[in-house]
């Protein structure tokens, strides 16, 4: 959506969509217990198909699936690929903690890598992220360039769905349960910080896993963490505006999205410095090694406690969230095109 957006602002480019997956239809045919099988026989069967295409320039938005390069032995247009992250494959190399995948996971992550010397150009959404391709892949560096993703339009909350918390709250916000967001590490960090200040603490995302719950029932703060799952957008917004700071000790990010979210609705940010994080939010925020939970706690008091900082610190939000334009997109995308279609002798 960001890539169609950016590019609409641009009458040069056309832009057309090509989905290699099934539609959910169609899948329903089939048992339920072959359904996910049958998806990515039909994405890798479709995949082939991309050798024929006679676009100016094939732009594949997942490095991730790069592996479906495979069923393509030639591709008769310029290759563009985004990397998000390389998260999959810090974790099979042992550098990154997490279970790590089985046979045929490990198979398919160490396959994308590798495809990912196919591309004419390599995108990546954060000087973190390219110099992770070039350690990690061997992709030449002057290939890769990093483009900064846009920050989507604020949504604007109802004046009656805008009121003030009784209790200030703590917010954290993670799409899923997946280790590297180190929910474990929030409530840690969240554990010290209710011990010198009455907050309370919401972490948005998937509901808790057993071990989140076990931990939270351990600490004793049953009563004081609500899980909230399964947000709208105006409840979200809502969410980052009433808080009264923002927690974020992700142990590795690609990117980052939830600090500029919060930064936009003038919530101030607690970070790690882990990733990209640091690069991401810049000065505008308080940033700390994921591991350093009393240094994490000390700077969320410190802006629980210090009006002046908060103030400074939520008008530095607003002055970084305005760096990540759909504009600036748009210039970035343009660069790398080009330099796939024209590359540099």
């Not at 061997?138 to 989507?152: A, E, F, I, L, M």
């Not at 004081?224 to 990010?253: C, G, H, N, T, W």
């Not at 308080?286 to 591991?291: E, F, G, N, R, T």
Request: aromatic content about 6%; hydrophobic content about 45%; proline content about 6%.
């Amino acid at each position: 959506t960001m890539v169609r957006e950016a590019l609409a602002s641009n009458p040069q480019w056309q832009v057309g969509e090509i989905n290699l997956a099934p539609s959910q239809a169609s899948l329903s045919r089939w048992p339920t217990i072959l359904q996910t099988p049958v998806r990515y026989a039909c994405i890798a069967w479709n995949a082939r198909k991309l050798r024929r295409e006679r676009s100016t320039i094939l732009h594949l938005l997942d490095g991730s699936h790069a592996y479906l390069l495979s069923a393509c032995r030639r591709l008769r247009v310029p290759l563009v690929i985004t990397v998000h992250d390389l998260i999959p494959l810090l974790t099979v190399r042992g550098e990154l903690g997490g279970k790590r995948p089985g046979r045929l996971g490990t198979l398919l992550i160490r396959w994308a890598a590798r495809n990912l010397c196919r591309a004419d150009q390599l995108l990546t959404v954060s000087e973190n992220t390219a110099k992770d391709v070039v350690r990690l892949t061997g992709y030449p560096q002057d290939d890769v360039q990093p483009v900064h993703s846009p920050v989507p339009a604020r949504v604007e909350v109802p004046a009656e769905q805008s009121d003030q918390p009784s209790q200030p709250y703590l917010l954290h916000v993670a799409g899923n349960n997946t280790f590297y967001k180190n929910r474990a590490g929030v409530l840690a960090v969240f554990d010290r910080v209710r011990k010198e200040e009455s907050v309370l603490l919401k972490m948005v995302g998937a509901p808790p896993d057993v071990a989140l719950r076990a931990q939270v029932q351990a600490m004793g703060l049953t009563d004081q963490v609500d899980f909230v799952s399964d947000v709208d957008d105006i409840e979200l917004a809502r969410l980052y505006q009433s808080a009264a700071a923002f927690l974020f000790p992700s142990l590795y990010e690609g990117f980052g999205w939830p600090p500029l979210e919060a930064m936009q609705y003038g919530c101030p940010v607690v970070a790690s410095n882990a990733g990209s994080l640091a690069e991401i939010v810049g000065d505008a925020a308080l940033v700390a090694s994921p591991d350093e939970i009393d240094a994490l706690a000390e700077h969320v008091v410190r802006i629980l406690r210090d009006v002046g900082m908060r103030e400074a610190l939520i008008q530095k939000g607003f002055e970084r969230v305005g760096e990540y334009t759909l504009a600036g997109f748009e210039a970035g995308l343009r660069r790398v095109y080009q330099a796939a279609v024209r590359p540099e002798d």
